[in-house]
């Protein structure tokens, strides 16, 4: 099975397998029905601070990206990592995202995660 990122404002397909968000907040403009999501486990997420300390420009990426897979070492994040993980055991799955770049995003961190 394969786990891909891409952008949830992209029009769904066939190959996506089950879609899962992995924003903490929805994503803007976007109706429910249109974005197609089939998971949305919040506990996965980065934290608030963690988000606004990214996007307010003080860290790099790789420092963000170390700092969101220590949050993700936290029980409840753990959880959802490991049923995310299960899935993309069974099934393809598509982690989406809101981010303009996600290949600089926190779905990249996790598709490392959940393919070693």
């Keep these: 099975m394969s786990v891909r990122v891409r952008r949830v404002y992209d ?3 066939p190959e996506d397998g089950v879609r899962v968000l992995v924003d ?3 994503p ?3 109706a429910k029905d249109a974005a197609r ?11 608030t601070e963690l988000r606004r300390w990214y996007h307010a420009g003080e860290g790099t990426y790789e420092e963000f990206a170390e700092r969101y897979e220590a949050e993700l070492v936290a029980e ?3 959880e ?5 993980r299960d899935l993309a055991g069974k099934r ?6 809101a981010s303009k770049t996600p290949e600089q995003s926190h ?3 996790l598709v490392r995660l959940l393919e070693g």
């Design 107 to 109: 779905a990249t961190v």
């Design 76 to 78: 409840e994040a753990a």
């Design 80 to 84: 959802a990592l490991d049923g995310v």
């Design 11 to 13: 029009p769904a397909e």
């Design 37 to 47: 999501v089939d998971e949305w486990p919040k506990a996965l997420t980065p934290s």
């Design 28 to 30: 803007r403009g976007l």
């Design 92 to 97: 393809d799955v598509t982690l989406l995202t």
């Design 24 to 26: 903490r907040l929805w």
